[in-house]
């Protein structure tokens, strides 16, 4: 039987659902109307429970969900139209999707259906509407949250940021929280207003929607309650930080990727931050990828003097020396070599700290979640076909496909009394819960950073209107440098800065925001949007700071508070996807008098959403390395000696020193004749550690050549042959390295202090304490005598100078701390290496568990061995870890351990390839 709808019933309910899309648009920034949420979604469910039939109605649903996409999310459409087209008609397919879950849940219920000729039925399920409603709305939202790797935009709980003692429940529910707090109250408005219609006024009186009310009444108190009391707490909590400074360029994407506009951008940063350090600020930070090049040491080395990569890192270190530290997004890239060629292998979206000695920090931080289509081409592996059709439809005339970062990244800043963590979120990670989370808690359960930094490029997202005098069509780097030209922000920009607000609040961690064209803007812990600051000249209300220029500096609140969110994460999410998921599936497929065409037609839609999320989890990674004469062997030796032979002949010259370091640690006299013709390198650390090694082994064949090296024009290669020439038995040429201990030159002074230690002659050691006096102010040639003296087994140099390096911020100083107990070798030293494989810092450990492995105490083994199980590519954030834990296997041995060497053998670094094989080389000379 048919239903009695009336013609008009469907223009009713396409105008509820009209007046659902206005109010949903209108409770989010711009115009931030957050009251207008709390019925944003009553027309639509009251047309949901309409006499309009289900499939009509699900159509007038999507057609007007696909129109409120298109207009409040036109902001994707400037930078990849066919991807707004396509990803709006994905995201209008939840209305329809709702529509059918309601109508199936009050069909198996008790609430009338009047879609339905015949009455509802009489038995079913006693869930409250109510419920049922908001757990279904939360349940759509928790999916869009999911599929293509997420997109939660313009969600219920979002339009709530502006009402801190509301969403104060986020740092337990996590946003979906506040989600299901506004449902929740759509849907007993549209409990009672479909009990007034049915039966009048006095159905308000019905114990069931008393109880309801009271439900409502009693969740809404006790979060209003909640909210200020973590509020009333939040003093005792918070101590101030230290002073961060933000830059806020303003600059359209179309000149920012020109490369003759990545100098100008610079000097214009530059100056702004200037004016941050001298308003106090201990850090500076500067947006995404504004510098306009790969930074990483591992890259810049291979740069010619005169291109922008080495000269861009240089004007930053030299920048920030004696001034703060400077935060800045740029790219990274991995290289291999294939013959004497570096080859790009991988390419980042990535975060360095430059600190105020004028080095970089060698951490960096890797964007972990990157964007479909916008930082990598998905269905690379998953779909192929369909991977070469898109990068045939996209914009670009290349590959423009990044890497995934693995890592975590926690920076440490020490400021006075303090060491200060801080993590960093890379553009639309402030959207991601998930990332957000892991970056501020620990594995331990402890929280791992004092405040976040979100550094973001939204020129993608604004309009450029060039001066009419502009060259280039207005778009070349003179219209930056004049300021010329006019921007228009979109709505992208003020959404996402109310979006940041929940990862504060879930958290409770403040973020201070640096973000091209805008809104540059520090959050506290509490989700609050702090307008003004200490010094600067943006607006001074946050909101504002769109499409303006300028810079500001404040102090930064650090929370100590770990959340109910942080250890547990998502949970509702889950819980309310799952529902909603249950409840589409047997709405959709689980009733026999749905029509097979229509199942078949979801079906279709699912599996393609499937795949579409499937394509989007492909990441692309490093493929293996050509290495010159490595071809099949029989065993892990024989490809050890392998890579050592091609080591030894690298272009490369670090690859060629770390070579011969692992003849010279392996002792392999049989690589002797290719090891020695290195006296004559042109490379003097190259020469150096050459010498070492013709020494150590013994090396006679190359004594006319060692001889040569006393007249080296560089005098560390002197001192090196010198060392070399008395381990062979002409003890005359160690007053030459003593002397050098007064040498002008530190670094000579450095590495005489290193060779007497490797002399063994316990006489010197009142001579290298003498270098730790305070007459030398080199801080090489202090840490070279603390390992010096370990060698030569003082145990006073234990708690006096080992213990403080392992205590110390700064992870260099913690290896060194361990390499010095473990040249030490007593039981408290080995105890004290024992304590460091806690240590927060993976290398670190790795590193530990390595030197145990040399004093024979093989505890860090299933550390180790957990590592290798889960090595990341090789990249520069991960390539200490990777070489440590290569390292380690030949220190420590075992089968389990063993086994992993054949891949890193193959591996794509150079550096893991040679700790490996320096591991295979160890392992066979001990077995028999």
């Given at each position: 039987?048919?239903?009695?709808?009336?013609?008009?019933?469907?223009?009713?309910?396409?105008?509820?659902?009209?007046?659902?899309?206005?109010?949903?648009?209108?409770?989010?920034?711009?115009?931030?109307?957050?009251?207008?949420?709390?019925?944003?979604?009553?027309?639509?469910?009251?047309?949901?429970?309409?006499?309009?039939?289900?499939?009509?109605?699900?159509?007038?649903?999507?057609?007007?969900?696909?129109?409120?996409?298109?207009?409040?999310?036109?902001?994707?459409?400037?930078v990849a139209p066919p991807a707004y087209v396509l990803f709006c008609l994905y995201l209008a397919m939840y209305w329809p999707l709702l529509v059918v879950g309601l109508r199936f849940c009050a069909e198996h219920t008790r609430v009338p259906c009047p879609w339905r000729s015949e009455a509802g039925p009489r038995r079913g399920v006693p869930v409250p509407l109510f419920l049922t409603i908001a757990l279904l709305i939360v349940g759509a939202e928790a999916w869009q949250g999911i599929i293509l790797t997420g997109f939660e935009w313009r969600l219920l709980g979002q339009s709530q940021y502006a009402y801190p003692q509301l969403i104060q429940i986020a740092d337990v529910f996590g946003h979906w929280g506040v989600s299901l707090l506004v449902a929740l109250v759509n849907g007993l408005i549209v409990q009672l207003a479909l009990a007034v219609r049915r039966t009048g006024p006095r159905a308000l009186a019905a114990p069931a929607h008393l109880a309801a009310v009271g439900v409502a009444a009693v969740l809404l108190a006790g979060t209003w309650v909640y909210g200020g009391w973590r509020i009333a707490q939040t003093p005792a909590c918070v101590r101030p930080g230290p002073r961060i400074g933000s830059v806020q360029p303003n600059i359209p994407s179309q000149i920012k990727e020109l490369s003759e506009a990545a100098e100008p951008i610079v000097q214009d940063l530059i100056t702004r931050s200037t004016s941050c350090y001298e308003a106090g600020a201990d850090l500076v930070i500067w947006p995404e990828t504004i510098?306009?090049?790969?930074?990483?040491?591992?890259?810049?080395?291979?740069?010619?003097?005169?291109?922008?990569?080495?000269?861009?890192?240089?004007?930053?270190?030299?920048?920030?020396?004696?001034?703060?530290?400077?935060?800045?997004?740029?790219?990274?890239?991995?290289?291999?070599?294939?013959?004497?060629?570096?080859?790009?292998?991988?390419?980042?979206?990535?975060?360095?700290?430059?600190?105020?000695?004028?080095?970089?920090?060698?951490?960096?931080?890797?964007?972990?979640?990157?964007?479909?289509?916008?930082?990598?081409?998905?269905?690379?592996?998953?779909?192929?076909?369909?991977?070469?059709?898109?990068?045939?439809?996209?914009?670009?005339?290349?590959?423009?496909?990044?890497?995934?970062?693995?890592?975590?990244?926690?920076?440490?800043?020490?400021?006075?009394?303090?060491?200060?963590?801080?993590?960093?979120?890379?553009?639309?990670?402030?959207?991601?819960?998930?990332?957000?989370?892991?970056?501020?808690?620990?594995?331990?359960?402890?929280?791992?950073?004092?405040?976040?930094?979100?550094?973001?490029?939204?020129?993608?997202?604004?309009?450029?209107?060039?001066?009419?005098?502009?060259?280039?069509?207005?778009?070349?780097?003179?219209?930056?440098?004049?300021?010329?030209?006019?921007?228009?922000?979109?709505?992208?920009?003020?959404?996402?800065?109310?979006?940041?607000?929940?990862?504060?609040?879930?958290?409770?961690?403040?973020?201070?925001?640096?973000?091209?064209?805008?809104?540059?803007?520090?959050?506290?812990?509490?989700?609050?949007?702090?307008?003004?600051?200490?010094?600067?000249?943006?607006?001074?209300?946050?909101?504002?700071?769109?499409?303006?220029?300028?810079?500001?500096?404040?102090?930064?609140?650090?929370?100590?508070?770990?959340?109910?969110?942080?250890?547990?994460?998502?949970?509702?999410?889950?819980?309310?996807?799952?529902?909603?998921?249950?409840?589409?599936?047997?709405?959709?497929?689980?009733?026999?008098?749905?029509?097979?065409?229509?199942?078949?037609?979801?079906?279709?839609?699912?599996?393609?959403?499937?795949?579409?999320?499937?394509?989007?989890?492909?990441?692309?990674?490093?493929?293996?390395?050509?290495?010159?004469?490595?071809?099949?062997?029989?065993?892990?030796?024989?490809?050890?000696?392998?890579?050592?032979?091609?080591?030894?002949?690298?272009?490369?010259?670090?690859?060629?020193?770390?070579?011969?370091?692992?003849?010279?640690?392996?002792?392999?006299?049989?690589?002797?004749?290719?090891?020695?013709?290195?006296?004559?390198?042109?490379?003097?650390?190259?020469?150096?550690?050459?010498?070492?090694?013709?020494?150590?082994?013994?090396?006679?064949?190359?004594?006319?050549?060692?001889?040569?090296?006393?007249?080296?024009?560089?005098?560390?290669?002197?001192?090196?042959?010198?060392?070399?020439?008395?381990?062979?038995?002409?003890?005359?040429?160690?007053?030459?390295?003593?002397?050098?201990?007064?040498?002008?030159?530190?670094?000579?002074?450095?590495?005489?202090?290193?060779?007497?230690?490797?002399?063994?002659?316990?006489?010197?050691?009142?001579?290298?304490?003498?270098?730790?006096?305070?007459?030398?102010?080199?801080?090489?040639?202090?840490?070279?005598?603390?390992?010096?003296?370990?060698?030569?087994?003082?145990?006073?140099?234990?708690?006096?100078?080992?213990?403080?390096?392992?205590?110390?911020?700064?992870?260099?100083?913690?290896?060194?701390?361990?390499?010095?107990?473990?040249?030490?070798?007593?039981?408290?030293?080995?105890?004290?290496?024992?304590?460091?494989?806690?240590?927060?810092?993976?290398?670190?450990?790795?590193?530990?568990?390595?030197?145990?492995?040399?004093?024979?105490?093989?505890?860090?083994?299933?550390?180790?061995?957990?590592?290798?199980?889960?090595?990341?590519?090789?990249?520069?954030?991960?390539?200490?870890?990777?070489?440590?834990?290569?390292?380690?296997?030949?220190?420590?041995?075992?089968?389990?351990?063993?086994?992993?060497?054949?891949?890193?053998?193959?591996?794509?670094?150079?550096?893991?390839?040679?700790?490996?094989?320096?591991?295979?080389?160890?392992?066979?000379?001990?077995?028999?």
């Amino acid at each position: 039987m048919g239903t009695t709808e009336k013609p008009q019933g469907r223009i009713g309910a396409a105008g509820l659902c009209t007046v659902s899309a206005v109010i949903l648009t209108v409770i989010h920034p711009p115009f931030s109307l957050g009251y207008l949420a709390w019925v944003a979604f009553v027309p639509f469910v009251l047309a949901v429970f309409s006499p309009v039939p289900t499939y009509p109605l699900a159509w007038i649903a999507y057609g007007i969900a696909l129109v409120y996409w298109l207009a409040n999310a036109y902001w994707i459409g400037f930078v990849a139209p066919p991807a707004y087209v396509l990803f709006c008609l994905y995201l209008a397919m939840y209305w329809p999707l709702l529509v059918v879950g309601l109508r199936f849940c009050a069909e198996h219920t008790r609430v009338p259906c009047p879609w339905r000729s015949e009455a509802g039925p009489r038995r079913g399920v006693p869930v409250p509407l109510f419920l049922t409603i908001a757990l279904l709305i939360v349940g759509a939202e928790a999916w869009q949250g999911i599929i293509l790797t997420g997109f939660e935009w313009r969600l219920l709980g979002q339009s709530q940021y502006a009402y801190p003692q509301l969403i104060q429940i986020a740092d337990v529910f996590g946003h979906w929280g506040v989600s299901l707090l506004v449902a929740l109250v759509n849907g007993l408005i549209v409990q009672l207003a479909l009990a007034v219609r049915r039966t009048g006024p006095r159905a308000l009186a019905a114990p069931a929607h008393l109880a309801a009310v009271g439900v409502a009444a009693v969740l809404l108190a006790g979060t209003w309650v909640y909210g200020g009391w973590r509020i009333a707490q939040t003093p005792a909590c918070v101590r101030p930080g230290p002073r961060i400074g933000s830059v806020q360029p303003n600059i359209p994407s179309q000149i920012k990727e020109l490369s003759e506009a990545a100098e100008p951008i610079v000097q214009d940063l530059i100056t702004r931050s200037t004016s941050c350090y001298e308003a106090g600020a201990d850090l500076v930070i500067w947006p995404e990828t504004i510098v306009l090049t790969a930074l990483n040491p591992g890259y810049v080395s291979h740069c010619r003097p005169d291109t922008a990569p080495v000269q861009l890192d240089a004007l930053l270190r030299d920048f920030v020396k004696d001034q703060g530290y400077l935060l800045t997004g740029a790219h990274g890239v991995d290289l291999h070599f294939e013959g004497v060629e570096p080859v790009v292998t991988n390419r980042y979206n990535s975060a360095y700290l430059y600190r105020p000695d004028g080095t970089q920090d060698p951490r960096r931080y890797d964007k972990i979640h990157l964007i479909p289509f916008g930082e990598y081409i998905p269905f690379r592996k998953s779909i192929p076909p369909l991977y070469h059709l898109v990068v045939q439809l996209s914009p670009y005339d290349y590959d423009y496909h990044l890497t995934a970062g693995r890592e975590y990244t926690v920076f440490e800043m020490p400021t006075g009394e303090h060491a200060w963590r801080f993590g960093v979120l890379i553009c639309y990670e402030d959207t991601d819960t998930e990332v957000t989370r892991r970056i501020v808690l620990g594995k331990d359960g402890r929280k791992r950073v004092d405040w976040l930094a979100n550094i973001s490029n939204d020129g993608w997202y604004v309009r450029y209107e060039p001066p009419a005098a502009a060259t280039d069509d207005g778009f070349g780097p003179e219209g930056y440098r004049l300021n010329q030209g006019r921007i228009l922000p979109s709505t992208e920009l003020a959404q996402r800065t109310a979006i940041a607000v929940f990862r504060a609040v879930e958290n409770r961690v403040a973020i201070i925001r640096s973000v091209n064209t805008g809104i540059s803007c520090l959050i506290d812990s509490l989700g609050r949007i702090h307008d003004g600051y200490a010094a600067g000249d943006l607006p001074h209300e946050a909101m504002k700071r769109q499409g303006v220029a300028g810079w500001f500096v404040d102090t930064i609140p650090a929370d100590r508070r770990v959340t109910v969110f942080s250890r547990v994460g998502p949970w509702l999410k889950w819980l309310c996807a799952a529902v909603f998921a249950g409840v589409i599936g047997v709405g959709l497929f689980g009733r026999e008098e749905r029509r097979m065409r229509v199942k078949l037609f979801w079906a279709a839609v699912l599996v393609l959403l499937g795949a579409v999320t499937a394509g989007c989890t492909d990441q692309q990674r490093a493929g293996g390395p050509v290495i010159p004469g490595l071809g099949p062997a029989e065993t892990s030796q024989e490809r050890a000696l392998e890579v050592v032979r091609w080591g030894l002949t690298h272009e490369n010259s670090y690859v060629r020193t770390a070579a011969l370091q692992v003849v010279l640690t392996a002792k392999r006299r049989d690589l002797m004749p290719i090891a020695a013709r290195l006296l004559e390198d042109k490379v003097a650390p190259v020469r150096f550690v050459a010498a070492l090694a013709v020494g150590e082994l013994e090396y006679y064949t190359a004594s006319s050549l060692l001889n040569a090296r006393l007249k080296d024009p560089d005098p560390s290669v002197r001192l090196a042959a010198a060392y070399a020439l008395a381990r062979q038995g002409q003890r005359e040429h160690i007053a030459t390295i003593r002397e050098s201990l007064k040498d002008t030159n530190p670094k000579v002074r450095a590495n005489a202090v290193m060779l007497l230690g490797k002399l063994g002659d316990a006489s010197d050691i009142r001579r290298l304490y003498q270098r730790l006096g305070a007459d030398e102010s080199d801080s090489r040639v202090r840490l070279q005598a603390v390992l010096a003296i370990a060698h030569l087994k003082d145990p006073n140099i234990y708690r006096e100078k080992l213990w403080p390096l392992l205590i110390s911020v700064y992870p260099d100083d913690r290896v060194v701390g361990i390499e010095g107990m473990a040249a030490l070798g007593t039981s408290d030293a080995r105890n004290a290496i024992l304590t460091m494989l806690d240590d927060d810092l993976i290398e670190v450990r790795l590193f530990a568990a390595g030197q145990l492995g040399r004093l024979g105490d093989p505890t860090g083994r299933e550390l180790v061995q957990a590592y290798l199980e889960r090595m990341p590519p090789t990249r520069e954030q991960t390539l200490t870890a990777n070489e440590h834990a290569a390292m380690a296997v030949g220190y420590i041995g075992g089968q389990t351990l063993e086994r992993h060497l054949p891949a890193l053998l193959r591996d794509d670094s150079p550096m893991v390839r040679l700790a490996a094989a320096q591991s295979a080389l160890l392992l066979a000379g001990k077995r028999p």
